[in-house]
DNA sequence: CGTGCTTTTGAATAGTATCAAGGCCGGTGG
DNA sequence: CCACCGGCCTTGATACTATTCAAAAGCACG
């Protein structure tokens, strides 16, 4: 049993409640390890609860009946993901392991109670929430206006924020070029294409397969003028 | 002075506080009434608060720095928008009116006491915004694998969500190409192309310069392959 | 009844997706 | 240990879609 006091994720958010409701909490939760790739949950089942990512990295992904998906946000540690429904109700989106995670449950009815017993755990959620609508919604955005060169590096950019643990100008991504193809919405040949033109500018180095963004703040400047912040 | 007991908006969130807070929050925040086309919010201006739409209809926007514009979302009576802040912040996007509006306006600190104090409120603000930044995801999806003409049958769909009250099979749409195109990121164009074309079909008409769609179902089954459930 | 804006439509252009082929590993089995 | 196989990556050629440019028509307003 893994309990939430004495837990090295600072940033979770179940850490807002009070000290007896934490206890409460990780008695109840479970924390399965998930290996790269796997599903956390599939997009069309019933939710259950919430799940917040002790460690490691997810993308939540949404398809057409075609087969064809889309990545529609990356989550790290500290994130929540899945969402707090009343009743039942079915997840619109689905969540797949980037790497090996670790990953807590806890049910709607714990949920519900934890919220109406701790305004604060109540009010980080909601404003963790906010913060991703106000993400998602610079990200519609940039692939709405931008091009295919600009998609890869905010794509690029985006993997490197979500990966990185220390603010750095160098960072690698293993991602394949088909996965940050879905992030910004193309193919892999393009990504392929636009990696080839950011190599020949020494912005970035590729080893085997893994990515390696040289100048962060360089692939920075050239789409900051679609937006102030680093929101992705 | 317009008090929140009596108002007739139903789906208000600042409905789920405890009646002395309502009474608390009535005395405090103000609501101007705006007129079509006027921007409530500008994107970099400071966050002093939050904002209730008691009535009309409004665009959530963001440009780069070339003046391009995209329509992020739709809001109607019931959505809250702009965002809650702790100390200072800026909006990564602005907000206009697309018809005459009401709309109430609470400061941050009201909105950080009543949050604290009200745990139902908070719940349903978490709530509202759980849900939006979903239906943001699976916009960014159709955005992303849909094609022009699947685009454009998406945002009218979704704007006529946003502007029927009821369920109804038919529904008027008074924006104009441009505001359109700029929901599903084309230019104005392309919508009037596809317009044509779904007036061939009769699924629209066309008087002066209002589209009229004559067959929702219809049109909502021709992108069902995109998502499960009515969610834009 | 002009004038100016929006809409519509066509044609040219640019950009992106698709298709195809060859190269580059990594892993497997002889 | 090496050869082969398969998957991913890269690059080019081609087809297609969407954007841009332009012109004419429609409508709204003074």
């Not at 193809?181 to 950011?198: H, K, M």
């Amino acid at each position: 049993m893994l309990m939430c006091v004495g837990c090295n994720n600072t940033s979770c958010l179940i850490k807002n409640c009070n000290p007896d409701w934490i206890e409460k909490i990780s008695l109840q939760k479970n924390t399965p390890v998930y290996p790269k790739g796997q599903y956390i949950f599939f997009e069309g089942s019933l939710v259950m609860g919430a799940y917040f990512i002790k460690k490691g990295h997810v993308k939540i992904v949404s398809s057409n009946l075609q087969g064809k998906e889309q990545t529609v946000r990356l989550a790290k540690a500290g994130h929540m993901i899945g969402h707090t429904a009343f009743g039942l109700e079915k997840y619109s989106i689905g969540a797949v392991t980037l790497s090996d995670s670790e990953i807590c449950f806890v049910d709607n009815n714990t949920l519900q109670q934890a919220f109406l017993e701790n305004p604060k755990f109540t009010i980080e959620v909601m404003r963790f929430y906010s913060r991703e609508l106000r993400k998602s919604e610079i990200r519609t955005k940039c692939l709405a206006l931008m091009n295919n060169e600009e998609k890869v590096i905010l794509g690029l950019l985006y993997i490197a924020d979500t990966f990185s643990e220390e603010e750095t100008n160098e960072v690698e991504i293993h991602l394949n070029r088909q996965e940050i193809a879905q992030i910004i919405g193309t193919n892999s040949e393009q990504v392929s294409r636009v990696i080839s033109i950011l190599k020949k500018d020494q912005l970035l180095e590729t080893k085997e397969r893994t990515i390696i963004l040289k100048d962060i703040k360089h692939l920075k400047s050239t789409i900051s003028h679609y937006s102030f912040a680093n929101e992705y």
